[in-house]
């Protein structure tokens, strides 16, 4: 089966670097995803890879290994406003977007 | 960026009644719009992928007469939950794909709808 798997939490203090992992095990591959989501509010696109390696973006940064399907996404000089849940998702053979269920990012003065 | 839209941002019905969800991509067409739903504390699970001019296509699971979906035009899919029950309270949230050039570009997110049933 399809399988998406992050961390369900994470604690990290303002100021500070925190790496979120995502692992996957899909039917085909076409590309990984990373969205920020707030409480109560849609998830925000934050990132795509498709390509072996590292995209960054800001203070925000996406890596891709796709033979050990594994993705992080690296955030730096966080923010009290980074506290939300990060989704990474993978779209499959069919270009359809598998998601994990997310990674509560908890930032801390 | 692409904008898409979601009317209402939230309602409340009483059980038994039915709501109608509008999805709008604003700035592109969007021959492939997803509905999907989200409870407390839970990811994103995918109902319906809409195309215009066609039927949906439901996930397994997902009561294809409960939630009418009708993708009528490129710019416009709406989501009718039918005889709502409180069970069916949750965070409704479209998405619209951009395919431009035949191009693949991500999904855009509409802002939401929470549907509250009594």
């Known amino acids: 089966g399809q399988n998406i798997d992050q961390p369900t939490e994470m604690t990290a203090t303002e100021g500070a670097i925190v790496q979120i992992n ?19 509010e849609a998830p925000t696109f934050l990132s795509y890879n498709v ?3 590292l995209e960054e973006k800001g203070r925000f940064s996406s ?9 992080y996404l690296l955030l730096k000089e966080l923010q009290m406003k980074d506290s939300a849940s990060y989704l990474c998702a993978v779209m499959d053979s069919n270009y359809q977007l598998i998601w994990g269920a997310g990674t509560k990012l908890i930032i801390k003065p | 960026g692409a904008v898409v839209s979601q009317h209402p941002s939230w309602v409340i ?12 991509s604003l700035d592109f067409q969007a021959t492939t719009m997803f509905w999907y739903r989200q409870f407390p504390k839970q990811s ?3 109902m319906a992928t809409s195309n215009e001019g066609s039927k949906a296509t439901y996930e397994q699971g997902v009561e294809k007469d409960k939630f009418l979906i009708n993708h009528a035009s490129l710019t416009l899919s709406t989501l009718t ?12 949230i479209c ?9 693949l570009d991500t999904q855009y997110f509409g802002p939401g ?6």
């Open chain 1, 22 to 40: 995502c692992t996957y095990q899909t039917s085909g591959f076409n590309g990984l995803f990373w969205y920020q989501q707030h409480a109560g």
């Open chain 1, 51 to 53: 390509l072996d390696g």
């Open chain 1, 63 to 71: 890596f891709l290994s796709r033979s050990k399907g594994y993705s």
């Open chain 2, 13 to 24: 019905c009483k059980s038994g009644t039915s709501v109608k969800i509008e999805c709008r």
């Open chain 2, 44 to 46: 994103l699970m995918l």
């Open chain 2, 81 to 92: 939950v039918t005889s709502a029950h409180p069970e069916d309270s949750s965070f409704y």
């Open chain 2, 95 to 103: 998405s619209a794909r951009d395919l431009e050039g035949g191009q």
């Open chain 2, 113 to 118: 709808t929470r549907l509250t049933v009594l």
